[in-house]
Structure formats: structure tokens, C-alpha cells
């Protein structure tokens, strides 16, 4: 894998760089992906926003972090959630029952991951309350990403500090990749990283290969496969 591999569009919509497919599905371990426009449809924040008439106040700053143009991730995500407060906490499950749907091809491609023998990780700079329910809905054996304080029945406009910290980054999910794979007793190399935003680079740029999915460019230019068309179960195409 190495720089000798120009950009190539080895299938409609697929583009494939610094490797030659196919590899072996089999020779990777663990696979994590990003949740909020990776593995769903949606970014949950935008859709909570809405409930309060916010929806293009927090879109706006969504679509400049992930298109990196805001850098401090953490930042964003608290001038995000401030604007939440006061939301019913009803309206996270209305969300979920009426606007979340998995993307194309992400069942398939976590079932294959899976049979295969890989773990599988979410990672995500979204919220627990989807977060876990996809994970139990796919299967997923382990998730983390960022927990919103509640207060009765509405959230307060803050995030929750964790036991392994308070926002899910780009460094910190490029440190939980590092650190189930270190738990697995495998290297970097044997792991798929999978996202769509800036904030997914820094765990991309460890994993052994590197998947954008329908992704901002700058995450498409650096990525190992773009997948700028179809499912997510493109994936497989490059994999044996």
C-alpha cells in the first residue's frame, strides 16, 4: 500500500488510491465507522435542532466542521448542544422512530465484516442515545460518542463527562481505535476506518485502509477507497 497507486476509478462511483485491489477482508480484525451520514442517513444534531426551530442554525456550523473549516471539533459541538436546551427529551426518540434510517448497504457490509471474524466499532462525535440503538440494531460490539445531560424531561444544553472524557473528537476517536485494537492484541494495520467528515481523518489516517463515504472532499482525497455512489456494501467490491 503504498503512494505508487495513483487515484483510480475502479468502478462507477468508486475510487480506489495507494493500494491495488483486491485485499483480503479476512486479513483485517476490526472495523470502525463513523455513525451521523456513515452508517445513517442523518446528522442526529441537525434533526434534534429542528425540534426547536434550529435546524439550519446547527446545520450550518454541522456542514463547516465536517467540511473542516471549523477545526476545534469540541467547540462546535458545545455551541451545537447549547442551542438544544430546552428540548424535549421525547424529541430524540421522534427522531429516531421518524427520520433515522440505516444507509444503503451498512447491514450488509457490517454481516460481512462479522462473518468474517472482525469486531466492530462505532465511534461517533453524535449522541448515545442513537448511537446504542444502532449498535444493538446492527450488531455492533462496541460504541462510543457523547452523552447529552438531561434535566426532567428536557436537555440542558450540555454534554456529560464520560469516564474516558467529555466530547468524542477526532483525537479521541482516533485513541478508541488505537485502543481496541491495542485491547485485541492487533496493530493499526489490521483495522478499517470508515466516515465521512474531517473529524473521522485522524482515526482513517491510522487504520490500515481508509474508506469516505460519500464524504466531504477533503476527506475523499485522503481516503484509501470513496465510495461517491451506491451503499455502503461497496466496500466489499475492493475486498475478498
Same mark, same amino acid.
Given at each position: ?33 463513523d ?25 450550518a ?6 467540511r473542516?473549516?471549523?477545526?476545534d ?6 455551541r ?27 447491514e %450488509?457490509?457490517?454481516? +460481512?465484516?462479522?462473518?468474517? *471474524? #472482525?469486531?466492530? @466499532? $462505532? ?68 483495522c ?29 482525497? %485522503?481516503?484509501?477507497? +470513496?465510495?461517491?455512489?451506491? *451503499? #455502503?456494501?461497496? @466496500? $466489499?467490491?475492493?475486498?475478498?
Amino acid at each position: 500500500m503504498n503512494d505508487r497507486y495513483p487515484a483510480t476509478e475502479f468502478a462507477p462511483g468508486l475510487v480506489v488510491q495507494r493500494f491495488a485491489p483486491p485485499l483480503r477482508l479476512s486479513d483485517f480484525r476490526l472495523i470502525a465507522f463513523d455513525m451521523d451520514s456513515t452508517l445513517i442517513n442523518i446528522e442526529c444534531i441537525d434533526e434534534i435542532a429542528d425540534a426547536v426551530g434550529k435546524k439550519a442554525e446547527v446545520a450550518a456550523i454541522t456542514e463547516a466542521t465536517m467540511r473542516g473549516e471549523i477545526a476545534d471539533f469540541k467547540e462546535s459541538l458545545r455551541r451545537r448542544v447549547a442551542l438544544l436546551k430546552g428540548v424535549p427529551v421525547a424529541a430524540l426518540q421522534q427522531v429516531y422512530d421518524e427520520r433515522l434510517r440505516l444507509n444503503p448497504g451498512a447491514e %450488509q457490509l457490517v454481516h +460481512a465484516c462479522k462473518a468474517q *471474524g #472482525l469486531k466492530v @466499532l $462505532l465511534v461517533s462525535g453524535g449522541f448515545t442515545f442513537f448511537a446504542n440503538r444502532v449498535r444493538d440494531r446492527l450488531g455492533i460490539d462496541f460504541a462510543r460518542s457523547n452523552l447529552l445531560d438531561e434535566a426532567g424531561a428536557h436537555l440542558t444544553g450540555r454534554v456529560v463527562q464520560q469516564s474516558w472524557g467529555d466530547i468524542c473528537d477526532g483525537a479521541e476517536k482516533r485513541r478508541t481505535l488505537l485502543e481496541v485494537a491495542s485491547l485485541m492484541g492487533i496493530s493499526p494495520g489490521e483495522c478499517i476506518a470508515v466516515g465521512d467528515g474531517a473529524n473521522d481523518l485522524p482515526m482513517m489516517g491510522e487504520a490500515g485502509l481508509s474508506v469516505a463515504y460519500h464524504a466531504k472532499p477533503k476527506v475523499r482525497e %485522503q481516503a484509501m477507497v +470513496a465510495i461517491n455512489e451506491g *451503499g #455502503l456494501n461497496r @466496500l $466489499l467490491d475492493v475486498l475478498l
